[in-house]
C-alpha cells in the first residue's frame, strides 16, 4: 500500500521537516513539492493518484482553505500552519487533520494514523503485491501478503493468521479481502478467507493450514474448488 502525498507549502524549513517525516514512513510516497496552490493544482491535474496534501494555510494570493475549497473531489488534507486561530476553519472542510508548526515527527505520525483511519472506513486504501498496511491499536503494521496464510473474522475484529502469529485489527473481513488480490485469496467460509497458496490439504468440508482447520461454507465450496484447481 502507498499514500501519495503532496506538500503545498511556500516556506523551504517547513518543506523540508515534511519531506524528512515523509520519507521516515515506508508506506508514504512524495510526488511533489508545491510552493503555492497554482503549481499545486497543476500537479493534481496531471496525477490522479494524490491521496494526500500537506497544505500550509497562510499562503500567498490564494490561502490553502480557499484552494481545498475549490477542488473537485479533493484528496485528504492536513493542514499545516502556525497559526492556531485557523483550525477550526480547517475542520469545518473536513480535514484529516491539523498541525500547528512547528510539529515533533511523533504528532506528524498521529495525524498519519487519521488518514489511514480514514481510508480503511472507505476501503480505498491501494494496495501492492507485496504488503499491506494493517492497524492494530494504535500501531501500523506492515504486513508482507504472501506470509498471510489466512483470515478470520472475529465479532468486531479480523485475525490476520502468520506463520507463528496472528494480528488482530478492528475491521471487517470483507474490508481486508478488498485490500488483498483475488486471485490469491479467496473466502471459504462466512467467517474465513484463506491464502489459496498455502492451502496443502482438503479432507472433506475442511482445510487444512498447518494446525488449524478451516470449515468449507457449502456457498463458497465451488468458488474455492474451482480457484484451487486453477491455483
Excluded: W
Aim: hydrophobic content about 45%; charged content about 20%.
Amino acid at each position: 500500500m502507498k499514500i501519495n502525498c503532496l506538500i503545498i507549502d511556500d516556506e523551504p524549513a517547513a518543506q523540508s521537516i515534511l519531506k524528512i517525516f515523509i520519507e521516515k514512513i515506508d508506506f508514504l510516497s512524495l510526488v511533489a513539492i508545491c510552493n503555492n496552490a497554482v503549481e499545486a493544482l497543476s500537479e493534481l491535474k496531471s496525477n490522479s493518484e494524490i491521496n494526500l496534501l500537506f497544505l500550509d494555510i497562510n499562503m500567498p494570493k490564494i490561502s490553502g482553505l480557499s484552494f481545498y475549497k475549490s477542488l473537485q473531489n479533493p484528496p485528504f488534507v492536513i493542514f499545516t500552519t502556525a497559526y492556531p486561530e485557523y483550525a477550526v476553519d480547517g475542520f469545518n472542510v473536513n480535514a484529516a487533520d491539523y498541525l500547528l508548526k512547528p510539529f515533533s515527527f511523533d504528532r506528524f505520525f498521529t495525524s498519519i494514523n487519521k488518514v489511514v483511519d480514514k481510508l480503511n472506513v472507505k476501503t480505498t486504501l491501494t494496495t501492492s503485491e507485496e504488503s499491506i498496511i494493517i492497524k492494530v491499536d494504535k500501531r501500523l503494521h506492515k504486513v508482507t501478503i504472501s506470509s498471510i496464510f489466512f483470515i478470520e473474522a472475529f465479532g468486531d475484529y479480523v485475525k490476520i493468521y502468520l506463520e507463528n502469529e496472528f494480528l488482530l485489527t478492528n475491521n471487517r473481513l470483507k474490508n481486508i479481502l478488498t485490500l488483498l488480490p483475488n486471485k490469491m485469496f479467496v473466502q471459504v467460509h462466512k467467517s474465513y478467507a484463506t491464502n489459496l497458496r498455502k492451502v496443502t490439504i482438503i479432507e472433506g468440508n475442511q482445510i487444512l493450514i498447518n494446525q488449524y482447520k478451516i470449515p468449507i461454507g457449502l456457498k463458497y465450496k465451488s468458488e474455492f474448488l474451482n480457484k484451487f484447481n486453477n491455483e
